[in-house]
Each structure stands twice: as C-alpha cells, then as structure tokens.
C-alpha cells in the first residue's frame, strides 16, 4: 500500500514538473534574479541574434545583446526574460519603456524567419519599432504560445494579418497604427475566444459593418480600441441578436463615422462599462436616456459630435462617474439645471473633471460648491455672462483647473483664494473689469495665469507674487488697447518663480527692460511687446536666447545696436529661435550670429550694412526673414544656395542695389518673396521659376527691364499676388498670364508695356467664380517640433491714395494695368470677373467704347478709365453697380447724357472731366432739350443694346416666319385656299350690302 502511495506521489511530483516545464516561470526583467548563472539555449540565442541583424541600431540600445563570451548568457540582453526552469525565452520586448534610452527607437528592415526558434515565446512587444512598410510575416502565427503580441505603430503594410487569428491563445493583441490596406472582415476574430485587450486603432474598418457582432464573440474582452477606423454605425437590424458577455469595461470608438445606432449596441454593456470614448464621432440629436442606465461608468466623453438641446435626467443614476466631457457640441439652455441634476444625485461626490465647453450654454454661473470632487472644471466659449464671485467656487477646495474663457463674464475679479489646490486659472477672453487682486498672490500652487484679452487695469506689484513659486506660464497680454496693467516692480526684485512663458503685451513695464527678467532662466516663450520700453538693450539679454524658442520685442523704442555674439554663444544658441525685433529703433550691421535662427523679424528699424550673414551655412535652417524698412544696401550676395527651407523673404523698403541673384531660385519652398523699392536692375532672373510654391511676388518700385517673362504664367501657377509696377518692364503682355488661375492680384502699373489686354482674361478662375474669399492669406511654417504661421501684407495705390492691407488682404482682388502705353480695346472678356474689387486701366491708349456689359462687375468698388481715347456714351448698366464708390473717367473722348440712376450722380464732377461731348448731372453742363433729350438718349440707349445685328436678323427670320406660315399654306393647301377666297368674296357681299344701305339712309334724311 505505501509502494503504491510512493508512487502516486512520485507521478504527481513528475506531473507538476512536466507542467512547470511546459508552462514556464516567466519572469519579468525587473525581478530576474541577478544571480542566475544559467546560461539560454543555443539555437534560441542565434535566434535572437539573427532577429537582431533585421534591426537597424543606430543608438546602440541592443548594446547588451552580442557573441562575445560576457554576452553569451541571452536571458540577461534587454528586452529578453526566460523561464528558471527551462531557460526558454518567453518573453522579447523591445518598446520604448524598456529601453535604457527610451528617447531613442529602433528601425526594422525585416523580421528574421529564426525568431519561429522561440516557439515557448509568451510576450512580444516591438511597439514603436519602425518597419518602414514591410510586410508582418506569416511565420508569427506559429508562434502558438504568445499570449501577448503587441506591433503597435511599427509601420508594417501590406495586407492586414488576419493570420494572427491562429494565435488562439492571444489574451492582448495590439496592431494599432499601421500602414495595413482596408481590412476586408473580422472574421478571424471570434477565434482569438480569450482575448481580453484588442487594440486595432488606425485600421481602416470603413467596410466591416458587422464588427459589433465581432466584438460581441470575444467573452473575455475587457478592453477594446478602435479609434480612428472610419468605423460605420451598427445597423440596427444586426444587433437584435446580440450574445455578448458583460465583461467590457474600456471601450474607445473616438474618431469614427458612428451615429447614435451605437449606444444601442452599448447598452449591452451597462453593468460592465467604466470608460467609454466617443469622441469625434457623428452623434446628432439629444443625448440618450440610455447612458443613464451605466451605473458603473466612470469616464464619458462625447466632445466634438452634434448633440444638442438638454441633459437627460438619467444622468442622476451615474453614481461613479468621475470624468464627463461633452465639450464641441450645440448644447444649449441653462447650466444651472444641469447642475441640479448634479446635485440631486451620487455623483456630486465623484465627479472630478466636467468639460461643457464650446458649447451654447447661457446664463450667468450657478453655484457650484455642493460638487466637492470636482478638480477640473472648464466652462469656455459659452455664452455665459454676469458676474463671477469667489462663492461660486467656494468649497471646491479640490479643484486644480479653473477653464472660464471665451464668455461673457463681467465685472471685477473675485477673490479665489479659497480654492487652495487651484493650479490652472484661464479667465481669459471676457470683459472683466477693474484691478487684479492682490490676494492672488497667496495661491502658492498656481501654475498658470491667463487674464488676456479683458479689461482689467492698474499696477500689479511684487505682492501679487509673492508666494507663486510654481508659476510657470503667465499671460497679462491686450490687443487693442483691452487690458491696461502697469508693472511696478522694483528693479532689485527677484521673483519666486521661473517662468516657462511670459506675455505682457500691451503691459506697460516701464522706460528701461526689465531687469527681473535677467533671473529667469527656463524662459522658452517672452513676449513684450508694445510695452512702452525705451531703453538700450543689456548685454544680458542675448543670455536669454540660449533657450528661449520665442522672443517678441516688437513695437517698443528700443535702441542701440548688435554686440558682437560670435564669439559669446556657443553652436546651439540662437537655434530654431522665433525672433521679433521689428518696430524699434536698432542700428548698425546685422549680426552673423542670427542666420542660426528659424524666424528672424528685424523690420521697421534703422538697421543698415549688407545681409552678407545670409551666406552663413548655419542659415539652412532659416524659413521667414524679414528685413523691409531699414537702411540696408549693397547688392544682395549670391550665396543664396542653402536657403533652400526659406518660405519668407522680405527686403523691401532698403537700399540694395545691382542684379537679382540667379540664386534666389534655389529657394525651393518660398512662398513670399518681396523687393519692393529698392534699386534692383535687370531682368527677373530665370530661375526664379524653379520656386513653384511662390504665391506672392512684389518687385514693384525697381529698376528692373526686360519683357515680363511667359514662365511666370507656365511656372508660378500658385501665384495669389504678382506686382511688378513701377519698373521699365516692356513689350506685350504674354497670354501666359491667363494661366495663373489663382491670381487676385495683377499689378504692372507704370511700366513701358504695350500692345492689346489678352483677351483671355476670363481664365483667372479666382475673379471669375463667385466663392467665400478668405480675410487673410496665410501660411504655415513647419518645423521639426512646431508649426507657426504668418500672414501676408502688401501695400498699392488704392482708389488713387497708398494703402497697405493685411487682415483684409485676400478681399482686395484688382487688375491694375495703369500708366503704360497699351492700345486697343478693352476685351469684352473682362466683364466676366465678377469678383474684381478693383480695376485700373488708366494712363493708357486704350480705344473703342465702355463694354455695355460693365455692370456685370457687381463686386466693383472702383473703376478708373482716364487719360485714354475711349469714345462713345458711358453704358447705362454701370449706374447699377451698387457698391461703386470710386470711379474716374476723365480726360476721353466720352459722349452724350451720363445715365441717371443712383448711383453716378453722386460722384464730383471732376470723375467726368475732360470728356466736352459729356453732359447731365453732376456736370454743371445740361443737355438740350433735356426730357426730348432724355428719351433721345433712352432710343440710343436702346439702339445700343437692342438694336445689333442680331437684331435685324431676327427680324427678318420672323418676317419669313409669318409670310410663309400664311401665304405659303394658301398657295399650297388647296381646301384652305378656296376657304380663304370664299371667306374675301362673302365679305366683300356684306360690306357691299352695308354701304348700300347706308347710302339709302343718308339719302332719306337728306330728302326729309
């Protein structure tokens, strides 16, 4: 009896250690034990090391894997983890998180077919390893015992891998953000029957309508993410046989096509879900009653969707709820009801973040201290108005972010110093009034203030900080004069703080810079301009630009001139730097040192020297350059090679002199390029067709010469503006022109060009199709880490005065062709630009008459047509564009009575002058016979219009209509012609007869 106990224990003492063998003992390589001495089995290290070779390292993160004899041992390499019974790997994670240097990532040229070698692998992880389009080999789905996989972001493409559905042990699958093409199905899915985390996010499941049926196969599935999949909406016939389990507790559907149809599917989830994401999604209509009934949620977001109207009462039976954003909607009515929905439930002792912001809530703010867990609370771009009081927020001792921007708030601002926890504060962008409190300056954990964009005044002292030794980001700034705040700080004051971004635009800090600046040294954003400085710039201040990413000191009076920094900076400082300097009153030579910049604005100053720093090799880096309006001269170098990331530059307004560089056309990526008035000559350099994103072109107030070239209309097809006035530009206007269909802009005024108006005209496709004109042209300069923006300006000779336009630039479209020597008519193709703003043709030798369809041009704001040799009357049909409010047609050969209308009688007469053969209001000069004259002038008006050659062709084709729809039918039909002369004879009986008798009755009263 005890042999047979002995051996029963001895078969289940073999059993477990078959098991243990089989199963593994996986350990993770926080807890490996250090003093392991066994060594990994061969075949699976040359495994590894030939997985290794299909790697690119160029960090050398994988330094501890290798064949020297102190590597050998594979269960020590990073990333790798293996059995301490078996040795077997089971466990290769290569991600981010487990590196030594997670700032740097590995790339993949393939994955080697020796990794099948590690067949008791349970965890693979190659998240953010980039594969660059290779193809996930099928070999990975004999690796059957992985429970983990996780190629995440690693760039594979090709066919989407449902191989991976014979991985039946998968508990995580992760495949999320790939470059796989459209996924046909996911019927592979139900096979994976213990998966408990499915991420496919960034697949392309815009074809797979039944993935809820899918989905509802998995029993064990916890997690699911599949954001951003161009998901459709379930189709309600499909979920009428749901059989899911109720284990999902995440699920994340954010960035989809999916309808409201989704919360039916959802409710079969109501006990089980915790966190659920619809951000981003096509949710119209109201919110359903349905996510009242998920009692155990915790965290909503239904931002950026269309519901609308009200919250459902329903919210009060969500007793766990901690986060809800249902921010980006068209909510609307009063955030006070919501509020007690809030208050009459469980949820006001957990709620910890609310986001009703962008929406259409009203009302002035409701006391809000009963939700005691609250932590962030962001109520901006509402429409909420009154008053804020510190009672409104008074017992939210919890809350962290206070988000009230974009309102209508008033009044002065409330004392807050009870909210002691408070970190965020943004009451920017409303008309708040009066002084900023001092008591601010006791919440010691204030991390960010934002009170731009109000209308707040008087000094803010050092007490207002006194205690703010987290403040990190501080915006006190104005635009157009909102804000008027006055920093009085005393000049040896050192703040508690340092400070990541300053703007105190608009802050009036006093004459001289100010000197507490000098302490900050984490300085990444500094923006005072416009704040009333008149002072020298101090050495220290170049100190700050070691670091700092952006730097605004426009519109101050800054003087003096550039030290010498080459030698005071190392290599890294000034790069990527965003420099403003413009507005001020700097002077001498441009340092070299500044080419190292990404944004370099040293406009309206009284700068002067050459621009020779621009042939730097460190200016490879530079995208906007403005130098306009300063005392710079010489000619431009022609180093311009390297420049080849420029988008912006401008030098007009200088004195530069000699030719255009033929360089300026390795600009590649330029889209600005502005030399107006200097003293350039020559001709435009061929090259410059080699910048085929350019979009506006100024050159205008030169010396250049030459035909105006045909590759600007072939090469420059983007081109929004192109002004070449005031130059010795000649010869004809190419029809090449015509091909720029984008163009609002024409300017070549005041040059020697001759010939005819292409009469092509018609092919400038922005002035010819009515469309929403946007305000501003604006472009994006795209950097490694960030993208900033400019906006275009240019300045012309605006109905007869100098104007520069720049929030409105892209509304003023114009053809300006004035002061050459052009000859002709004017092409009757013009009057189909409906959307000309403005159009000067004067100065000319235009002959012919005013096209009688001018009034086509119902956008025309102004019009001038004088000192031509344009005869005839002025057509009635441009007293009806409305909007004419400047017109010019002085010194033709005009005839005959101005139209009357409402529109030309209200202009000076001078607008008529030079024109004898003109008369009618306003001219003092009348018409005679002036009402036969006027219907004289209504016939000839007519005649105009009416009475053409296609006129009396239609009059003779009726005529021949008529005669032989008559005549012809007579001569030919003969029953209708013995019926017309039956008709004649029976008429002429009865009026032979009529006369007869009243013949006879005149003879009888003439006998009585």
């Known amino acids: 009896m005890q042999s047979h106990r002995m051996c029963l224990k001895l078969l289940l003492a073999f059993a477990l250690l ?35 070779r299909g790697l690119v390292d160029e960090f050398d993160v994988l330094s501890s894997w290798g064949s020297e004899i102190q590597k050998q041992d594979c269960c020590r390499w990073i990333g790798v983890s293996c059995s301490n019974q078996t040795s077997h790997v089971l466990q290769l994670d290569l991600s981010r998180k487990v590196m030594d240097k997670p700032y740097y990532s590995l790339e993949g040229k393939m994955i080697s077919p020796k990794l099948i070698e590690l067949q008791y692998l349970h965890y693979l992880d190659l998240h953010d390893i980039n594969f660059y389009g290779s193809h996930i080999p099928d070999f990975i789905s004999s690796l059957s015992n992985l429970r983990y996989l996780d190629l995440s972001n690693t760039n594979f493409g090709g066919k989407f891998p449902s191989q991976v559905g014979n991985l039946t042990n998968l508990q995580h699958l992760g495949l999320s953000f790939n470059d796989f093409t459209n996924a046909e199905n996911l019927d592979w899915l139900p096979l994976l029957s213990s998966l408990r985390y499915l991420d496919l996010s960034g697949t392309n499941l815009s074809n797979v309508f039944d993935w809820p049926e899918a989905i509802n196969k998995l029993p064990e599935l916890t997690n699911l993410a599949l954001w951003e999949c161009d998901l459709p909406s379930p189709i309600l016939s499909t979920l009428s046989y749901i059989n899911s389990s109720k284990s999902l507790a995440r699920v994340d559907l954010s960035s989809n096509q999916l309808s409201t149809s989704i919360f039916q599917w959802l409710s079969n989830y109501n006990t089980s879900l915790v966190y659920l994401d619809l951000t981003h999604n096509f949710l119209a209509g109201s919110i359903p009653d349905v996510l009242g009934h998920m009692s155990s949620l915790a965290y909503l977001s239904l931002s950026n969707n269309q519901l609308e109207g009200w919250f459902p009462h329903s919210f009060a039976s969500i007793c766990n709820l901690q986060s809800l954003d249902l921010s980006s909607n068209i909510l ?142 501080l915006d006190l700034s104005s635009q157009n004069s909102s804000n008027s705040l006055v920093l009085d700080i005393h000049a040896d004051w050192i703040p508690p703080f340092q400070l990541y971004s300053i703007n ?66 190392s290599d890294a400082s000034f790069n990527n730097l965003r420099l403003d300097l413009s507005s001020n009153k700097l002077e001498g030579p441009i340092p070299s040192v500044l080419s190292k910049a990404l944004y370099l604005d040293l406009s309206n100053n009284n700068l002067s020297g050459s621009i020779s720093f621009l042939c730097s090799g460190a200016a490879i880096g530079l995208l906007f350059i403005d130098l306009s309006r300063n005392n710079v001269s010489g000619e431009v170098p022609d180093c311009l090679t390297h420049l080849e990331n420029l988008v912006m530059l401008d030098l007009s ?59 600007l209309g072939v090469s420059l097809r983007k081109l929004v503006i192109l002004m070449l006035s005031s130059n010795h530009f000649n010869g004809s206007l190419p029809a090449q022109i015509c091909h720029l269909t984008d163009i609002q802009i024409l300017d070549f005024s005041m040059n020697n060009i001759s010939g005819s108006i292409p009469k092509c005209l018609n092919n400038l496709t922005a002035l010819v199709q009515k469309g929403k004109s946007s305000r501003k042209i604006t472009h994006f300069l795209e950097h490694s880490d960030h993208t900033t923006m400019y906006e275009d300006d240019a300045s012309f000779i605006w109905k007869g005065r100098m104007y520069s336009y720049k929030n409105t630039l892209g509304l003023v479209k114009r053809i300006d062709l004035s002061s050459n020597i052009l000859t002709g008519e004017i092409p009757s193709e013009i009057t189909h630009l409906v959307e000309l703003v ?27 047509l004088s000192r031509n040799q344009i005869e005839g009357r002025i057509p009635t049909s441009l007293a009806r564009i409305d909007r004419l409010d400047f017109l010019d047609l002085s010194l033709n050969n005009l005839s005959g009575e101005i139209p009357i209308g409402t529109q030309l009688q209200s202009f000076d007469p001078s607008v008529f002058a030079g024109n004898p053969q003109l008369c009618g209001a306003p001219l003092k000069k009348m018409c005679a016979a002036q009402h036969v004259q006027t219907d004289l002038s209504n016939q000839e008006d007519d005649k105009d219009e009416l009475i053409t050659l296609g006129f009396y062709i239609s009059m003779g084709v009726g005529f021949a209509a008529g005669f032989w729809g008559v005549c012809g039918t007579l001569i030919f039909k003969r029953s209708w012609r013995y019926a017309y002369f039956k008709f004649l004879n029976g008429l002429n009986d009865w009026l032979y007869v009529r006369v007869a008798l009243i013949k006879r009755q005149l003879k009888d009263m003439l006998n009585r």
């Not at 243990?20 to 993770?28: D, R, T």
């Not at 800090?509 to 100010?514: D, V």
């Not at 000067?840 to 956008?859: A, H, R, V, Y």
Request: net charge neutral; aromatic share 8%.
């Open 18 to 52: 078959l098991l243990q063998c089989v199963q593994g003992g996986e350990v993770s390589r926080k807890h490996r034990d250090a003093n392991v001495t066994g060594r990994c089995i061969e075949k699976e290290r040359q495994a590894l090391l030939a997985f290794k």
């Open 332 to 473: 609307s009515g009063q955030l006070s009801k919501f509020v007690q929905i809030l208050f009459s439930t469980c949820a006001q002792n957990s709620l910890e973040i609310l986001d009703l912001s962008l929406n259409n809530l009203t009302g002035s703010l409701p006391d809000l201290t009963n939700l005691s867990s609250l932590e962030v609370l962001s109520l901006n771009n509402n429409k909420f108005s009154g008053v804020i009081s510190g009672t409104h927020f008074s017992k939210l001792s919890k809350l962290r972010d206070l988000v009230l921007s974009w309102n209508d708030l008033a009044g002065p601002l409330p004392d807050l110093t009870n909210l002691s926890s408070l970190e965020i504060l943004f009451l920017n962008n409303n008309q708040l009034s009066g002084g900023i409190p001092e008591s601010i300056g006791g919440m010691s954990k204030l991390n960010t203030i934002a009170f731009h964009m109000n209308y707040l005044e008087g000094v803010i002292s050092e007490t207002h900080f006194s205690t703010l030794s987290k403040l990190q980001y």
């Open 504 to 569: 105190l635009r608009s802050c009036k800090t006093g004459l001289h810079f100010p000197k507490w600046l000098q302490t900050q040294k984490q300085i990444k954003y500094l923006d005072i301009s416009d704040a009333g400085i008149s002072d020298i710039l101090p050495s220290w201040f170049w100190s700050l630009c070691r670091n700092v990413q952006s730097m605004n000191l426009t519109g101050n009076q800054i003087r003096g001139s550039f030290p010498d920094l080459t030698l005071e900076f």
């Open 653 to 711: 307004y200088n004195a530069f002199s000699g030719k255009i560089p033929a360089t300026i056309g390795s600009m590649f990526r330029i889209e600005t390029l502005k030399l107006r008035s200097n003293r350039f000559v020559g001709q435009l350099p061929s090259s410059l067709k080699n910048c085929t994103s350019l979009e506006l072109v100024d050159v205008g107030d030169n010396k250049l010469s030459g035909p105006i070239p045909k590759w």
């Open 838 to 864: 403005s159009l000067n043709l004067s100065g000319n030798q235009l002959t012919g008459q005013i096209i009688p369809e001018i009034g086509n041009l119902q956008s025309l704001e102004a019009l001038d």
